[in-house]
Protein backbone atom coordinates (compact mmCIF):
# COMPACT_ATOMS: atom_id res chain seq x y z
CA UNK A 1 0.00 0.00 0.00
CA UNK A 2 1.03 3.46 -0.80
CA UNK A 3 3.00 5.76 2.15
CA UNK A 4 2.21 9.29 2.48
CA UNK A 5 4.21 12.02 3.41
CA UNK A 6 3.75 15.79 4.07
CA UNK A 7 5.64 18.22 6.07
CA UNK A 8 3.50 21.40 7.62
CA UNK A 9 4.69 24.95 7.72
CA UNK A 10 5.40 24.32 11.57
CA UNK A 11 7.80 21.51 10.74
CA UNK A 12 5.68 18.58 12.00
CA UNK A 13 5.92 15.27 9.60
CA UNK A 14 3.13 13.47 9.15
CA UNK A 15 3.70 9.99 7.47
CA UNK A 16 0.95 7.36 7.19
CA UNK A 17 0.70 3.88 5.81
CA UNK A 18 -2.88 2.71 4.46
CA UNK A 19 -4.03 -0.63 5.82
CA UNK A 20 -7.50 -1.16 4.47
CA UNK A 21 -7.78 -4.45 5.35
CA UNK A 22 -8.15 -3.88 9.41
CA UNK A 23 -10.80 -2.17 11.08
CA UNK A 24 -8.25 -0.57 13.32
CA UNK A 25 -5.80 2.36 12.66
CA UNK A 26 -3.28 3.38 15.24
CA UNK A 27 -0.78 6.64 15.06
CA UNK A 28 2.41 7.52 17.34
CA UNK A 29 4.06 10.90 18.21
CA UNK A 30 7.90 11.29 18.60
CA UNK A 31 8.17 14.43 20.24
CA UNK A 32 12.29 15.53 19.65
CA UNK A 33 12.77 15.74 23.69
CA UNK A 34 14.25 12.86 25.53
CA UNK A 35 16.95 11.75 28.09
CA UNK A 36 19.83 13.29 26.62
CA UNK A 37 18.40 16.26 27.06
CA UNK A 38 17.82 16.45 30.66
CA UNK A 39 20.74 18.75 32.26
CA UNK A 40 23.37 17.08 33.85
CA UNK A 41 21.75 17.36 37.51
CA UNK A 42 18.19 17.33 36.59
CA UNK A 43 18.00 13.58 35.13
CA UNK A 44 14.48 12.11 35.34
CA UNK A 45 12.99 15.59 34.40
CA UNK A 46 11.28 14.37 30.86
CA UNK A 47 10.12 11.40 32.40
CA UNK A 48 7.89 13.23 34.92
CA UNK A 49 7.25 16.06 32.11
CA UNK A 50 5.45 12.88 30.20
CA UNK A 51 3.98 11.99 33.32
CA UNK A 52 3.04 15.21 34.49
CA UNK A 53 1.13 15.84 30.40
CA UNK A 54 -1.32 12.83 31.33
CA UNK A 55 -2.52 14.32 34.66
CA UNK A 56 -5.54 16.32 32.70
CA UNK A 57 -5.61 18.34 29.53
CA UNK A 58 -7.57 21.27 27.91
CA UNK A 59 -10.55 21.19 29.58
CA UNK A 60 -9.92 17.88 30.80
CA UNK A 61 -9.31 17.28 34.62
CA UNK A 62 -6.99 13.48 34.96
CA UNK A 63 -9.99 11.44 35.78
CA UNK A 64 -11.91 13.27 33.15
CA UNK A 65 -8.89 12.14 30.29
CA UNK A 66 -9.10 8.97 31.02
CA UNK A 67 -12.92 8.01 30.66
CA UNK A 68 -12.78 10.15 27.58
CA UNK A 69 -10.42 7.68 26.63
CA UNK A 70 -12.28 4.54 27.29
CA UNK A 71 -15.51 5.90 26.03
CA UNK A 72 -13.81 6.28 22.63
CA UNK A 73 -11.83 2.33 23.14
CA UNK A 74 -8.45 4.22 22.79
CA UNK A 75 -5.29 2.33 23.93
CA UNK A 76 -2.59 4.15 25.03
CA UNK A 77 1.01 4.09 25.68
CA UNK A 78 4.08 6.55 26.52
CA UNK A 79 7.30 6.37 27.04
CA UNK A 80 11.07 8.11 26.94
CA UNK A 81 14.08 7.06 25.04
CA UNK A 82 17.16 9.12 24.93
CA UNK A 83 16.07 10.96 22.19
CA UNK A 84 12.36 11.05 21.96
CA UNK A 85 9.41 10.91 23.86
CA UNK A 86 6.44 8.65 22.56
CA UNK A 87 2.58 9.35 22.57
CA UNK A 88 1.31 6.21 21.09
CA UNK A 89 -2.54 5.09 20.71
CA UNK A 90 -4.71 2.40 19.16
CA UNK A 91 -8.59 2.41 18.17
CA UNK A 92 -11.61 1.70 15.72
CA UNK A 93 -10.37 3.80 12.61
CA UNK A 94 -14.29 5.75 12.83
CA UNK A 95 -12.67 7.07 16.25
CA UNK A 96 -9.16 8.45 14.72
CA UNK A 97 -10.54 11.81 14.46
CA UNK A 98 -11.77 12.31 17.86
CA UNK A 99 -8.12 10.72 19.04
CA UNK A 100 -6.09 13.10 17.34
CA UNK A 101 -8.25 16.27 18.85
CA UNK A 102 -7.85 14.61 22.20
CA UNK A 103 -3.79 14.43 21.35
CA UNK A 104 -4.36 17.86 20.47
CA UNK A 105 -4.65 19.33 24.15
CA UNK A 106 -2.25 16.45 25.69
CA UNK A 107 0.43 17.77 23.52
CA UNK A 108 -0.32 21.30 23.37
CA UNK A 109 -2.35 22.01 26.32
CA UNK A 110 -1.32 19.82 29.18
CA UNK A 111 -2.66 21.36 32.59
CA UNK A 112 0.55 20.19 34.46
CA UNK A 113 -1.22 21.07 37.60
CA UNK A 114 1.04 21.99 40.79
CA UNK A 115 -1.24 19.64 43.21
CA UNK A 116 -0.30 16.56 40.96
CA UNK A 117 3.60 17.12 41.33
CA UNK A 118 4.12 14.97 44.13
CA UNK A 119 2.23 12.19 43.03
CA UNK A 120 3.86 12.17 39.51
CA UNK A 121 7.54 12.21 41.59
CA UNK A 122 6.72 9.49 43.54
CA UNK A 123 5.73 7.15 40.21
CA UNK A 124 9.44 8.21 39.20
CA UNK A 125 10.74 7.09 42.49
CA UNK A 126 9.27 3.64 42.45
CA UNK A 127 10.16 3.50 38.81
CA UNK A 128 13.88 3.98 39.54
CA UNK A 129 13.74 1.82 43.13
CA UNK A 130 12.61 -1.03 40.75
CA UNK A 131 15.42 -1.25 39.53
CA UNK A 132 17.28 -2.66 42.22
CA UNK A 133 14.59 -5.45 41.70
CA UNK A 134 14.90 -5.75 37.62
CA UNK A 135 18.67 -6.46 37.92
CA UNK A 136 18.58 -7.27 33.73
CA UNK A 137 17.15 -3.47 33.34
CA UNK A 138 19.88 -2.27 36.64
CA UNK A 139 23.04 -3.45 34.22
CA UNK A 140 21.51 -2.51 30.64
CA UNK A 141 20.94 1.14 32.22
CA UNK A 142 24.95 1.07 33.16
CA UNK A 143 25.84 -0.22 30.01
CA UNK A 144 24.19 2.72 27.62
CA UNK A 145 25.74 4.66 30.23
CA UNK A 146 29.31 3.64 29.81
CA UNK A 147 29.25 2.86 26.48
CA UNK A 148 27.54 5.92 24.99
CA UNK A 149 28.99 9.55 24.47
CA UNK A 150 27.82 11.94 26.77
CA UNK A 151 24.84 12.61 26.83
CA UNK A 152 23.59 9.61 24.94
CA UNK A 153 24.26 7.47 27.22
CA UNK A 154 21.75 9.11 30.13
CA UNK A 155 19.02 6.94 31.80
CA UNK A 156 15.36 8.13 31.19
CA UNK A 157 15.03 6.73 35.12
CA UNK A 158 17.35 9.97 36.44
CA UNK A 159 18.27 9.21 39.95
CA UNK A 160 17.16 9.82 43.53
CA UNK A 161 18.89 13.63 44.01
CA UNK A 162 17.31 14.69 41.01
CA UNK A 163 14.22 13.68 40.84
CA UNK A 164 13.65 15.21 44.46
CA UNK A 165 14.45 17.94 43.50
CA UNK A 166 12.50 18.57 40.24
CA UNK A 167 10.24 21.62 40.32
CA UNK A 168 6.98 22.52 38.50
CA UNK A 169 8.87 25.49 36.76
CA UNK A 170 11.29 23.29 35.68
CA UNK A 171 8.54 20.98 34.05
CA UNK A 172 7.10 23.69 32.17
CA UNK A 173 10.01 24.85 31.09
CA UNK A 174 11.20 21.45 29.85
CA UNK A 175 7.56 21.18 28.36
CA UNK A 176 8.12 24.04 26.28
CA UNK A 177 11.14 23.55 24.70
CA UNK A 178 10.79 20.15 23.79
CA UNK A 179 6.79 19.61 22.80
CA UNK A 180 7.05 21.35 19.77
CA UNK A 181 5.62 20.90 16.04
CA UNK A 182 9.44 21.02 14.11
CA UNK A 183 10.97 17.60 14.85
CA UNK A 184 7.55 16.02 15.70
CA UNK A 185 7.06 13.07 13.78
CA UNK A 186 3.20 11.74 13.83
CA UNK A 187 2.77 8.02 12.30
CA UNK A 188 -0.08 6.67 10.84
CA UNK A 189 -1.01 3.08 10.45
CA UNK A 190 -4.03 1.28 9.91
CA UNK A 191 -7.40 1.97 7.67
CA UNK A 192 -7.98 5.91 7.34
CA UNK A 193 -8.41 8.31 4.38
CA UNK A 194 -5.25 10.37 3.96
CA UNK A 195 -7.31 13.52 2.79
CA UNK A 196 -9.68 13.45 5.82
CA UNK A 197 -6.31 12.55 8.41
CA UNK A 198 -4.07 15.28 6.50
CA UNK A 199 -7.14 17.65 6.92
CA UNK A 200 -7.92 16.48 11.15
CA UNK A 201 -3.67 16.64 11.52
CA UNK A 202 -3.68 20.18 9.92
CA UNK A 203 -6.86 21.89 12.18
CA UNK A 204 -5.44 19.97 15.22
CA UNK A 205 -1.77 20.75 15.19
CA UNK A 206 -1.37 23.40 11.86
CA UNK A 207 -1.32 26.41 14.18
CA UNK A 208 1.37 24.98 16.68
CA UNK A 209 3.94 27.66 17.10
CA UNK A 210 7.48 26.38 16.17
CA UNK A 211 10.20 26.56 19.27
CA UNK A 212 13.79 27.09 19.33
CA UNK A 213 16.22 24.28 20.51
CA UNK A 214 20.15 23.30 20.57
CA UNK A 215 21.14 20.03 20.24
CA UNK A 216 23.30 18.66 23.62
CA UNK A 217 27.15 18.62 22.94
CA UNK A 218 28.24 15.24 22.50
CA UNK A 219 31.48 14.13 24.40
CA UNK A 220 33.79 11.16 23.10
CA UNK A 221 33.05 7.28 22.74
CA UNK A 222 34.02 5.35 25.53
CA UNK A 223 35.45 1.98 25.86
CA UNK A 224 34.23 1.07 29.31
CA UNK A 225 34.58 -1.13 31.95
CA UNK A 226 32.92 -1.66 35.80
CA UNK A 227 31.19 -3.63 38.37
CA UNK A 228 28.28 -3.21 40.47
CA UNK A 229 27.88 -5.13 43.60
CA UNK A 230 25.17 -7.68 44.43
CA UNK A 231 24.88 -9.82 47.35
CA UNK A 232 23.25 -12.93 45.12
CA UNK A 233 24.23 -16.08 43.87
CA UNK A 234 23.64 -15.06 40.19
CA UNK A 235 25.91 -13.19 37.79
CA UNK A 236 24.67 -10.53 35.26
CA UNK A 237 26.95 -9.54 32.22
CA UNK A 238 26.24 -6.68 29.69
CA UNK A 239 29.19 -6.38 26.89
CA UNK A 240 28.59 -3.35 23.86
CA UNK A 241 30.49 -2.56 20.72
CA UNK A 242 30.19 0.07 17.86
CA UNK A 243 28.25 -0.96 14.32
CA UNK A 244 26.52 1.03 12.22
CA UNK A 245 23.75 3.33 12.38
CA UNK A 246 20.48 2.11 11.20
CA UNK A 247 20.89 5.24 8.52
CA UNK A 248 24.31 3.82 6.84
CA UNK A 249 23.73 1.84 3.52
CA UNK A 250 25.10 -1.62 5.18
CA UNK A 251 23.29 -1.36 8.41
CA UNK A 252 21.34 -4.53 7.22
CA UNK A 253 24.58 -6.67 6.71
CA UNK A 254 25.58 -5.74 10.14
CA UNK A 255 22.29 -6.40 11.38
CA UNK A 256 22.72 -9.92 8.89
CA UNK A 257 25.36 -10.66 11.27
CA UNK A 258 23.88 -9.83 14.64
CA UNK A 259 21.01 -12.13 13.71
CA UNK A 260 23.45 -15.35 13.33
CA UNK A 261 25.46 -14.68 16.24
CA UNK A 262 21.65 -14.28 18.10
CA UNK A 263 18.41 -14.87 16.27
CA UNK A 264 16.69 -17.60 17.36
CA UNK A 265 17.62 -21.27 18.78
CA UNK A 266 19.81 -22.04 16.56
CA UNK A 267 22.26 -18.94 16.83
CA UNK A 268 25.68 -19.00 17.83
CA UNK A 269 25.81 -17.31 21.13
CA UNK A 270 22.67 -19.40 22.09
CA UNK A 271 23.83 -23.05 20.96
CA UNK A 272 27.68 -22.44 22.37
CA UNK A 273 27.08 -20.74 25.72
CA UNK A 274 23.78 -22.47 26.67
CA UNK A 275 22.83 -25.22 24.67
CA UNK A 276 26.66 -26.88 24.91
CA UNK A 277 27.77 -25.75 28.22
CA UNK A 278 24.82 -25.27 30.01
CA UNK A 279 26.56 -22.00 31.20
CA UNK A 280 23.72 -19.57 31.39
CA UNK A 281 19.58 -19.22 31.78
CA UNK A 282 19.29 -16.24 29.10
CA UNK A 283 21.98 -14.82 26.79
CA UNK A 284 21.67 -12.99 23.73
CA UNK A 285 22.50 -9.79 21.89
CA UNK A 286 20.71 -7.32 19.22
CA UNK A 287 21.09 -4.30 17.14
CA UNK A 288 21.04 -0.92 18.90
CA UNK A 289 20.98 2.48 16.86
CA UNK A 290 20.71 6.41 17.65
CA UNK A 291 20.85 8.84 15.00
CA UNK A 292 24.71 8.82 14.90
CA UNK A 293 25.56 5.71 16.29
CA UNK A 294 25.04 2.02 16.09
CA UNK A 295 25.98 -0.57 18.70
CA UNK A 296 25.77 -4.46 19.39
CA UNK A 297 24.36 -5.03 22.78
CA UNK A 298 25.09 -8.70 24.53
CA UNK A 299 23.28 -10.14 27.88
CA UNK A 300 23.83 -13.05 29.78
CA UNK A 301 22.50 -14.69 32.95
CA UNK A 302 24.41 -17.02 34.76
CA UNK A 303 25.20 -18.50 37.97
CA UNK A 304 28.20 -16.19 40.13
CA UNK A 305 30.39 -19.95 39.43
CA UNK A 306 29.92 -20.01 35.85
CA UNK A 307 30.62 -16.33 35.44
CA UNK A 308 33.94 -16.19 34.00
CA UNK A 309 33.77 -18.94 31.79
CA UNK A 310 30.45 -17.20 30.25
CA UNK A 311 32.15 -14.15 30.06
CA UNK A 312 34.99 -16.18 28.38
CA UNK A 313 32.50 -18.24 25.99
CA UNK A 314 31.06 -14.96 25.05
CA UNK A 315 34.10 -12.82 23.60
CA UNK A 316 35.26 -16.50 22.22
CA UNK A 317 32.03 -15.96 19.98
CA UNK A 318 32.47 -11.97 19.36
CA UNK A 319 35.81 -12.89 18.07
CA UNK A 320 34.86 -15.38 16.04
CA UNK A 321 32.12 -13.63 14.30
CA UNK A 322 34.90 -11.77 12.53
CA UNK A 323 36.04 -15.24 10.66
CA UNK A 324 32.80 -15.10 8.57
CA UNK A 325 29.27 -16.55 8.68
CA UNK A 326 27.94 -20.28 6.71
CA UNK A 327 24.85 -20.16 4.10
CA UNK A 328 23.04 -22.68 6.47
CA UNK A 329 22.73 -20.35 9.16
CA UNK A 330 21.63 -17.44 6.83
CA UNK A 331 19.36 -19.24 5.93
CA UNK A 332 17.91 -19.79 8.76
CA UNK A 333 17.74 -16.37 9.43
CA UNK A 334 15.92 -15.25 6.44
CA UNK A 335 13.32 -17.29 7.15
CA UNK A 336 12.68 -15.77 10.71
CA UNK A 337 12.78 -12.37 9.51
CA UNK A 338 10.46 -12.84 6.85
CA UNK A 339 7.76 -14.44 8.90
CA UNK A 340 8.63 -11.35 11.42
CA UNK A 341 7.83 -9.10 8.45
CA UNK A 342 4.72 -10.80 7.55
CA UNK A 343 3.31 -10.64 11.28
CA UNK A 344 4.43 -6.67 11.42
CA UNK A 345 1.60 -6.01 8.48
CA UNK A 346 -1.29 -7.34 10.94
CA UNK A 347 -0.19 -4.70 13.89
CA UNK A 348 -0.86 -1.29 13.17
CA UNK A 349 0.28 0.20 16.23
CA UNK A 350 4.08 -1.36 15.60
CA UNK A 351 3.71 -0.24 11.99
CA UNK A 352 2.47 3.17 12.84
CA UNK A 353 5.97 3.28 15.56
CA UNK A 354 8.13 1.96 12.46
CA UNK A 355 7.20 4.95 10.29
CA UNK A 356 7.93 7.94 12.50
CA UNK A 357 11.25 6.08 13.45
CA UNK A 358 12.15 4.82 9.86
CA UNK A 359 11.57 8.83 9.12
CA UNK A 360 13.59 10.20 12.17
CA UNK A 361 16.49 8.05 11.01
CA UNK A 362 16.62 8.53 7.14
CA UNK A 363 13.66 11.24 6.49
CA UNK A 364 11.83 8.89 4.58
CA UNK A 365 9.79 5.53 5.25
CA UNK A 366 11.06 2.36 4.34
CA UNK A 367 8.16 0.23 3.15
CA UNK A 368 7.93 -3.17 3.90
CA UNK A 369 9.07 -4.74 0.51
CA UNK A 370 12.19 -2.88 0.50
CA UNK A 371 12.61 -4.49 4.24
CA UNK A 372 12.25 -7.86 1.88
CA UNK A 373 14.13 -6.91 -1.00
CA UNK A 374 17.18 -6.06 1.09
CA UNK A 375 16.63 -9.18 3.36
CA UNK A 376 17.13 -11.18 -0.02
CA UNK A 377 19.98 -8.90 -0.92
CA UNK A 378 21.46 -10.62 2.07
CA UNK A 379 24.46 -13.36 1.30
CA UNK A 380 27.36 -15.16 3.24
CA UNK A 381 29.49 -12.84 1.07
CA UNK A 382 28.44 -9.41 1.29
CA UNK A 383 28.47 -10.17 5.35
CA UNK A 384 31.61 -11.72 5.34
CA UNK A 385 33.05 -8.73 3.15
CA UNK A 386 31.10 -6.57 5.97
CA UNK A 387 32.28 -8.48 8.80
CA UNK A 388 36.19 -8.07 7.72
CA UNK A 389 35.98 -4.64 7.76
CA UNK A 390 34.25 -4.20 11.07
CA UNK A 391 35.33 -6.72 12.95
CA UNK A 392 33.48 -7.13 16.83
CA UNK A 393 36.08 -4.73 18.76
CA UNK A 394 36.47 -2.27 21.33
CA UNK A 395 34.27 -4.18 23.81
CA UNK A 396 32.44 -2.16 26.72
CA UNK A 397 32.16 -4.42 29.60
CA UNK A 398 29.84 -4.23 32.98
CA UNK A 399 28.78 -6.81 35.33
CA UNK A 400 26.76 -7.38 38.06
CA UNK A 401 26.79 -9.86 41.00
CA UNK A 402 29.19 -10.60 44.42
CA UNK A 403 32.07 -10.33 42.77
CA UNK A 404 33.99 -8.78 39.67
CA UNK A 405 35.53 -10.85 36.43
CA UNK A 406 38.52 -11.18 35.18
CA UNK A 407 38.52 -9.61 31.38
CA UNK A 408 39.97 -11.88 28.63
CA UNK A 409 42.68 -10.92 26.36
CA UNK A 410 40.22 -9.71 24.05
CA UNK A 411 39.00 -7.43 26.04
CA UNK A 412 41.92 -5.87 27.62
Given at each position: ???HE??YPN ?7 S?QS????A ?6 I????D ?7 T??TCE?AL???GN???R ?8 LG?ET???V???H??Y????L?EH??ES ?13 P ?5 S ?8 F????D???Q?I ?12 W?Q ?6 SSL?Q?S????R???AC??R???T?L ?11 Q ?9 WK?G?W?E?EE ?11 H ?10 Y???P?K??D ?13 GS???L???V?E??G ?5 G ?8 H ?7 G?T ?8 E?M?A?L ?5 G??S?E??R?KA???S????S??S??ARA??L???W??LERVRS??E???RVD??S???I??Y???H???D???V ?5 P?E??D???
Open positions: MPIYRGLVLVAEMVESVFTFLLPGAAYPADRGGLSMMRGCLDSQYVEQLESIGESSVSTCRAAMALGIQLFGDLLRRPRLLDELESRQVALQERALDELVKMVALRRGHYPTPGSHHGNLNILEEINQFGYPNGIGVAGKFCWDELETVGEVFGDPDSPGDLKIYRDHLDDSSQTQIALAPSLYHEYFQAWGAVGVLSESSRFTERKRLCYSVASMRSLRAGSVFCHATAERAQETLVIEVKLSQIEELDLKMKSLIMQESMGAARDYHLDIAEALPTSNRLAQPPTFTVTLGPQLMPAVS
